[in-house]
C-alpha cells in the first residue's frame, strides 16, 4: 500500500508528547476558513511513497523521538488510514508510539482497524454547533463527536485541539460550549486553545487561492487567556 505524503517535520514539541516527527498527509475532506496547510488539500503531482521507505527516514531520527513518536498529521491522515496502519506496525517493532491528529470526519473498516492499533490521538472540534462547523468547515460537528466516542469505547488517550477565531468562535459561550461537549470523555488528558493566526497568507497567495479570513484579525494573547480561564474553571 503507497501513500501520499506532503512533507516530513523531523521535530516538533506541540503535535503530542515528547518531542515526535510529523508526517503530513496529502488530502483533505474538508476546507476550514483558518486552515494553515491548503497546500496539504489534494494528492495531485505528489510522488507516492512506500511504508517502508517512510518508516526508514523516520528511524533516522530515534535518537531524538525514542520517547516520544510520530505524529500522522495533514491534511486529514485517516483518508489514508491502511498506509499509515502499515507504517504503524513498523514503527511500533522500532520501540515508536504513533498518534493521529485528526478532524474525527472520516471513518470506514480501515479506520477502525488503524484505532484499534495507535497509541494516542490529537482530535480536532473545530466548531461548537453543528451550523457553525458545516458553514465554516464543510464537516459536521456529529461526525467528530461520533469519531470521540470511538476514541473513548477503545480507551485511546486523547487531547483536544479548537482553533479560536475572532468573531467566529471567540467569546465565552462558544468555550463553554465546548467545556460541555468534552465533560463526558474520560479518555481526554487535554484541551489546548489554539489562536487564530494568518501565517499561511504565502501559501493561498501562491497557490491563487482566497483566504476567507484574509481580514479577520489574529486573536490576542489576552482573550486567549480569557478563554482559557473560562474552558479549565470550575
Same mark, same amino acid.
Given at each position: 500500500?503507497?501513500?501520499?505524503?506532503?512533507?516530513?517535520?523531523?521535530?516538533?514539541?506541540?503535535?503530542?508528547?515528547?518531542?515526535?516527527? *510529523?508526517? #503530513?498527509?496529502? /488530502?483533505? =475532506? $474538508?476546507?476550514?476558513?483558518?486552515?494553515?496547510?491548503?497546500? !496539504?488539500?489534494?494528492?495531485?503531482?505528489?510522488?507516492?511513497?512506500?511504508?517502508?521507505?517512510?518508516?526508514?527516514?523516520?528511524?533516522?531520527?530515534?535518537?531524538?523521538?525514542?520517547?516520544?513518536? *510520530?505524529? #500522522?498529521?495533514? /491534511?486529514? =491522515? $485517516?483518508?489514508?488510514?491502511?498506509?499509515?496502519?502499515?507504517? !504503524?506496525?513498523?514503527?511500533?517493532?522500532?520501540?515508536?508510539?504513533?498518534?493521529?491528529?485528526?478532524?474525527?470526519?472520516?471513518?470506514?473498516?480501515?479506520?477502525?482497524?488503524?484505532?484499534?492499533?495507535?497509541?494516542?490521538?490529537?482530535?480536532?472540534?473545530?466548531?461548537?454547533?453543528?451550523?457553525?462547523?458545516?458553514?465554516?468547515?464543510?464537516?459536521?460537528?456529529?461526525?467528530?463527536?461520533?469519531?470521540?466516542?470511538?476514541?473513548?469505547?477503545?480507551?485511546?488517550?486523547?487531547?483536544?485541539?479548537?482553533?479560536?477565531?475572532?468573531?467566529?468562535?471567540?467569546?465565552?459561550?462558544?468555550?463553554?460550549?465546548?467545556?460541555?461537549?468534552?465533560?463526558?470523555?474520560?479518555?481526554?488528558?487535554?484541551?489546548?486553545?489554539?489562536?487564530?493566526?494568518k501565517l499561511c497568507v504565502e501559501k493561498y497567495e501562491k497557490l491563487g487561492v482566497k483566504l476567507r479570513l484574509a481580514?479577520?484579525?489574529?486573536?490576542t494573547e489576552e482573550r486567549l487567556k480569557e478563554l482559557e480561564a473560562v474552558l479549565y474553571g470550575d
Open positions: 500500500m503507497e501513500g501520499y505524503i506532503h512533507s516530513v517535520q523531523s521535530f516538533s514539541t506541540l503535535d503530542g508528547p515528547g518531542i515526535r516527527s *510529523v508526517v #503530513f498527509m496529502a /488530502g483533505c =475532506p $474538508l476546507r476550514c476558513v483558518y486552515c494553515h496547510n491548503p497546500d !496539504t488539500w489534494t494528492m495531485t503531482n505528489l510522488p507516492k511513497t512506500e511504508p517502508s521507505d517512510l518508516v526508514g527516514r523516520l528511524c533516522r531520527f530515534i535518537p531524538y523521538i525514542k520517547r516520544g513518536g *510520530v505524529t #500522522f498529521s495533514g /491534511g486529514e =491522515p $485517516l483518508l489514508q488510514a491502511e498506509f499509515i496502519s502499515e507504517c !504503524t506496525d513498523a514503527l511500533h517493532e522500532k520501540g515508536l508510539k504513533v498518534a493521529v491528529d485528526t478532524c474525527g470526519n472520516v471513518y470506514n473498516s480501515q479506520v477502525a482497524k488503524l484505532l484499534d492499533n495507535i497509541d494516542m490521538a490529537l482530535l480536532d472540534i473545530k466548531f461548537t454547533t453543528e451550523e457553525d462547523y458545516r458553514r465554516h468547515t464543510g464537516g459536521s460537528l456529529k461526525s467528530t463527536l461520533d469519531f470521540m466516542g470511538e476514541l473513548e469505547s477503545r480507551g485511546i488517550r486523547t487531547w483536544i485541539r479548537h482553533v479560536v477565531v475572532p468573531g467566529l468562535n471567540d467569546d465565552a459561550q462558544d468555550i463553554e460550549r465546548l467545556k460541555r461537549i468534552i465533560e463526558p470523555y474520560k479518555v481526554i488528558e487535554k484541551t489546548e486553545l489554539l489562536p487564530f493566526r481580514d479577520t484579525p489574529e486573536l
